[in-house]
């Protein structure tokens, strides 16, 4: 079974500051590992997969196989940050669903 | 481009009603998905489509819940008769490599 833990439901972060959502994961086999971001009156969206290796707005993650972790880290917060992340995982390739952790809402402090 | 349409935005019925959502995908998106999403939780999938074949539709209470993609395009679910339980907001996606998937704006769903 396929099973994503994040333990911050609630997240609050002084502008300049460094970020960390924690995302902590279980699946027995080789999984892809994302992060989506939904922000005030928007639609769910994508922000990273680990497979691309890349850095958006900033946000980098890494996957962690022995730890089973993909935690999302930015040196220096932004406002423009605060929004409701949600790390999710898919079982392999191709158009498999998406199991979701339960989200953390990050804060901003200005 | 519009992405993900869904309607309506909100619906409010009583309980034992029937009730409907729609999806129209992002052209050309061949996988579509219907989430349901509880207050306070992540999306769950309810059933995943390739084209018009339901590939997974494992969490689908399918006592109560139905759903259809005729030509491999849009698509509704239902819901019939609704329960208390049942508020929540539904979520439609597509994709077409599985590497992203773009999300719709919701519907959210109020029994009363």
């Known amino acids: 079974a396929q099973r994503v833990t994040q333990p911050e439901k609630l997240l609050s972060v002084f502008k300049g500051a460094p970020v960390e959502l924690k995302c902590n994961y279980s699946?027995?086999?080789?999984?892809?590992l994302f992060w989506y971001v939904q922000y005030s009156r928007q639609r769910l969206q994508l922000l990273l997969r680990h497979i691309s290796r890349e850095s958006i707005k900033g946000f980098t993650a890494d996957l962690n196989k022995g730890e089973t972790s993909f935690h999302l880290k930015k040196p220096f917060a932004q406002e423009e940050d605060s929004a409701m992340y949600y790390c999710a995982l898919s079982a392999g390739f191709g158009n498999e669903k998406l199991t979701f952790g339960t989200g953390t809402r990050l804060t901003i402090i200005p | 481009e519009a992405g993900v349409v869904q309607s309506p935005r909100y619906k409010i019925i009583e309980k034992k009603q029937p009730v409907a959502f729609w999806c129209n995908p992002i052209?050309?998106?061949?996988?579509l998905y219907w989430y349901l999403q509880n207050l306070g939780q992540g999306p769950e999938l309810l059933i995943r489509?390739?084209?018009?074949?339901?590939?997974?539709d494992s969490q689908l209470p399918k006592d109560r819940f139905s759903a259809e993609r005729l030509k491999g395009v849009d698509s509704t679910l239902k819901i019939q008769p609704a329960e208390l339980g049942d508020s929540a907001v539904y979520l439609c996606?597509?994709?077409?490599?599985?590497?992203?998937?773009?999300f719709g704006p919701g519907t959210r769903l109020t029994v009363t």
């Open positions: 996606a597509s994709s077409s490599t599985g590497y992203e998937q773009y």
């Open positions: 489509y390739e084209n018009e074949e339901a590939v997974d």
């Open positions: 699946y027995s086999g080789s999984p892809e």
């Open positions: 052209s050309g998106h061949n996988t």
